[in-house]
């Protein structure tokens, strides 16, 4: 793993990425998209031949990394023997990857729908949903993402829905526990967590209950925080949902296998939805892939009566080949322990050392390979270090931080006030030592603009 610098190959990716690739979610203007030369592990370099250690995981996807061998090989032997095939048959590749799935979902939920990736999970959860039930609504949480998709959009919680929020697409938003900011004036976790649920319990009641769906929540939110839910605050929304016959689906899509030192993050919490969407770590985004887990009671519904709804690539054998190298990978492996492990062991209290070091540090959360820093000016009012959805100039204290970061040889994964720590689940030791080193360094830059 030795960059070779090679700076006008670099010069023409560039060039050409900057004349023809429309990038997602930027003013294509503005951006200045870095020209990747290649990866390997956790690390990936540029063309002059600087490397970053990634502490994003790509999207926080690369759950084990880039270029693991092993699944390399599964999708060119893949390829090799049957590169595609239509949805309606069952292929062995398919068949395997829904097996594997399976058999580490909690509880009863055994049948796999394949999808392309984790947006179009949550549109085909939610339709799986209002058609079991016959009701209209969702409700969905404030400071959540689902997905880019028209109906993922609105049911996200976040600054990225209100483009495309069409105020008729069913969705009601509700506020989630998060204690450090709370909306119910909760001193302690067992105050956030029943005020919480009473909020959601009254938000059921005048919507009425008889009109919603299905509630969703991320287990572990990502994008929004890593805001772990309080003991017992998915287990009321379970209840909930029972109580009123609504169905109750966790989206997985980033806190799945592995994130959180367990296959999936309902296993922290012992609760059971009756959907459940996944993606991005199932084959560590290799090949698109992601898909809904779906309880007996839901799967019954279309036990006679056809699903209205599929995917011209719904388990695709190149992904689902590399979905079953993934998942033994990381069984063989000890992945997802290994998660757990160093993420108790080296991240936890690294993070919580260096957040008694640095004024910026407001609050240290998160479990495995899932943790966030939530930057502040002033800890004592809790003020976050740039406003909420900052852009511009508003934003100049995150990106000197995300700019020290990367001159310190590290990619950090940043979002409004809070840099994450998201690397591969396989991480080393070693290199989340050189990581956190690098995040020391910057929140020097972040602390300049504490108050």
Known sequence: MTPQPNPEAGAAVKAA???????????QDLIDPLAVAGAEGSYFWDYDGKRYLDFTSGLVYTNIGYQHPKVV??????AAKLTTFAPA???EARSEAARLIAERTPGDLDKIFFTNGGADAVEHAVRMARLHTGRPKVLAAYRSYHGGTQQAVNITGDPRRWASDSASAGVVHFWAPYLYRSRFYAETEEQECARALEHLETTI??????????IILETVPGTAGIMMPPPGYLAGVRELCDRHGIVFVLDEVMAGFGRTGEWFAADLFGVVPDLMTFAKGVNSGYVPLGGVAISQKIAETFGKRPYPG???????????????ATINVMAEEGVVENAKRLGESVVGPALTELAERHPSVGEVRG????????LVRNRE??????PYNAAGEANAPMAAFTAAAKKHGVWPFVNMNRTHVVPPCNVTEAELKEGLAALDAALSVADEHTV
């Open 17 to 27: 990425d900057r004349a023809h690739v429309f990038h997602s979610w930027s003013a």
């Open 73 to 78: 090989a599964a999708i060119q032997e893949q």
């Open 89 to 91: 048959f069952a292929i």
């Open 205 to 214: 009641a005048f919507e009425g209950p008889g009109t919603i769906a299905a």
């Open 310 to 324: 599929g995917l011209t690539y719904s388990g695709h054998p190149l992904a689902c080949a590399a979905a079953v």
């Open 367 to 374: 479990t495995g390979m899932f943790w966030a820093l939530d």
């Open 381 to 386: 009012t809790r003020e976050p270090l740039v």
